[in-house]
């Protein structure tokens, strides 16, 4: 029998300290997967519904194929799964802060890795994408000022509780407007959020963008016996 709580990996990293966790669970009788940073929770795959949702969500507006994604932020790879599930996608780039969490991926100690590894469209990257959005180069090192299909966010808890101060110039009107800059005419822009929709930050969005909409996801929490939701902003 597996052990019911094994640490799979620990690091110190610049943002604090970063683990890769799994325990077996009795409430849903499974091995849950979780990162954690410091004492916050990043990711639990006991949670998969709403970051499985941004990424189709946010392709479902777009039409045709031979499509090109960025992701900001890799986490457990749910949402990176789900845009790889759509055969129109032609090409897809992982950017994460933490090298650590691209390597658990490469070595297989997160479930969803080896899928993402071993898919030829899929890229990994290693890089600071709230820096990379605002750089000359952009997204993609490889082909300075390229435009995407669509840019798909999952990193802060939300845009107004973030995982690092340096994060906050990314959710003001010059970090959305040098994001819109990477998006082809029609393109969307997709960001996950824990919280409620809010207002404010939606009508910053409207000032950018022809189109958004705030999306509640709800997903069961066995945990608590409840209905959980989330937050999915769609910009057009």
Not at 32 to 59: C, H, P, Q
Not at 129 to 154: I, W
């Amino acid at each position: 029998m597996a052990a019911r709580f094994q640490e799979l990996d620990w690091r110190s990293t610049p943002m604090g300290e970063l683990s890769l966790r799994r325990r077996r669970d009795p409430t849903v009788d499974k091995d849950v997967y979780e990162i954690k940073l410091n004492d916050e929770f990043l990711m639990s795959s006991l949670f998969t519904v709403s970051e499985t949702e941004l990424g189709r969500r946010a392709l479902a507006h777009l039409t045709g194929g031979d499509l090109d994604v960025a992701i900001g932020g890799l986490g457990l790879g749910y949402t990176a799964q789900a845009v790889l599930e759509d055969t129109r996608v032609r090409s897809l780039i992982v950017i994460d802060a933490l090298a650590e969490v691209i390597e658990w991926h490469e070595r297989g100690l997160i479930p969803v890795g080896a899928a993402l590894t071993s898919d030829p469209r899929c890229r990994l990257l290693h890089g600071d994408f709230f820096g990379m959005v605002t750089s000359e180069a952009g997204l993609d090192p490889h082909r300075p000022g390229r435009r995407f299909d669509a840019v798909v966010v999952d990193i802060d808890h939300s845009p107004q509780h973030l995982l690092h101060p340096s994060h906050a110039a990314f959710y003001q009107p010059g970090g959305l407007g040098a994001l819109r800059t990477r998006l082809r005419p029609g393109g969307v822009f997709a960001l996950w959020s824990n919280d409620p929709p809010d207002q404010p930050f939606t009508t910053l969005l409207e000032r950018h963008f022809t189109r958004v909409d705030a999306e509640v996801v709800t997903f069961d929490n066995p945990l608590q016996q409840r209905a959980a939701t989330s937050t999915i902003y769609l910009a057009r």
